[in-house]
C-alpha cells in the first residue's frame, strides 16, 4: 500500500508544512529548543535540540558505514530512544527505511531482508533473551547487509545513545523521491513469512481526531 505524502501544518509556525520526520524534528527543535521531546525508563531524557543534534551525529554515521541515497536500512530495536533517533537519521537522509517487530526471528526476518534489498540492519546485542545479533551475523553474511549492533542498555548506563556517529558534513536536504517508499513495514502473518506489507512515501499523514 503506497500513500502519498500530505503536508501536516506546524501550529506554532502558520503557513508553514513539514512532510517528513527530520523537517518535524527541525522545527520544533528550532522552535522550543530546550524542551524535552523524550524520556525512557532508564533515565535518559532528550530534548528536542538534542533529538535534532543526535539524529544529525547519526545521519554522518550511517553516511560513514556507506549508507547512500540508494540504500535500504532496516531496523529491528526494541523502543528506545535509539529507535526514534534512527529513525529521524533516515528521514534526514532520505534513504528507505524499514522497521521490524522485535519479535520475529531468522526465517522471517531474513525473508524481509531479502524482499526489500535491505543494505544494512541494525539490532540489539540481545533482547529478551535472544541473540539478536547472531541472527542478523547470519543473514548480513547471506545476503551482503552490513549489521549494526545497538546496545541501548550499555549506552545507558554510559550516559550515551547506543548508535554510529559521524562528524562530516551532511548532504543537502534530499529531495522528493517520486514513487519510491520511504517506509516499509510488515505485519505480523500468521505463517512463517509476514503478513502484508505496508509502503508510505512520507510519515507524516494526518488522520482524524
Known amino acids: 500500500m503506497t500513500s502519498a505524502a500530505s503536508p501536516i501544518p506546524d501550529s506554532t509556525a502558520p503557513g508553514l508544512a513539514a512532510t517528513t520526520l ?10 522550543t ?3 524535552p521531546l523524550l524520556l525512557d525508563d532508564l533515565g535518559r ?42 529513525a529521524v537519521a533516515c528521514a534526514r537522509l532520505g534513504v528507505s527505511q524499514n522497521p521490524i517487530v522485535p519479535t520475529l526471528r531468522e ?5 524481509i531482508v531479502e524482499q526489500v534489498g535491505t543494505t544494512l540492519l541494525a539490532v540489539p546485542p540481545t533482547w529478551r533473551g535472544f ?4 541472527m542478523a551475523t547470519a543473514i548480513g553474511a547471506a545476503q551482503s547487509a552490513r549489521i549494526v549492533a545497538v546496545d541501548h542498555r550499555a549506552a545507558a548506563a554510559a550516559g550515551g545513545l547506543g548508535l554510529p556517529t559521524g ?43
Not at 543537502?172 to 505463517?191: D, I, N, Q, V, Y
Open 131 to 134: 541473540d539478536h545479533q547472531a
Open 22 to 31: 527530520w523537517q518535524l524534528v527541525q522545527r520544533r527543535a528550532d522552535t
Open 33 to 35: 529548543p530546550d524542551a
Open 167 to 209: 562528524v562530516g558534513p551532511l548532504p543537502p536536504l534530499p529531495l522528493p523521491r517520486g514513487s519510491r517508499p520511504l517506509w516499509g513495514s510488515r505485519s505480523a502473518g500468521s505463517t512463517t513469512r509476514p503478513g502484508p506489507r505496508q509502503r508510505r512515501r512520507a510519515c507524516c499523514t494526518p488522520t482524524p481526531r
Open 45 to 86: 531524557t532528550l530534548t528536542a535540540a538534542g533529538m535534532r543534534d543526535a539524529a544529525a551525529a547519526t545521519a554522518a554515521g550511517l553516511l560513514d558505514l556507506g549508507v547512500g541515497n540508494d540504500s535500504v536500512v532496516s531496523w529491528q530495536l526494541p523502543t528506545s530512544l535509539e529507535a526514534v533517533v534512527l
Open 107 to 111: 526465517r522471517e526476518v531474513s525473508y
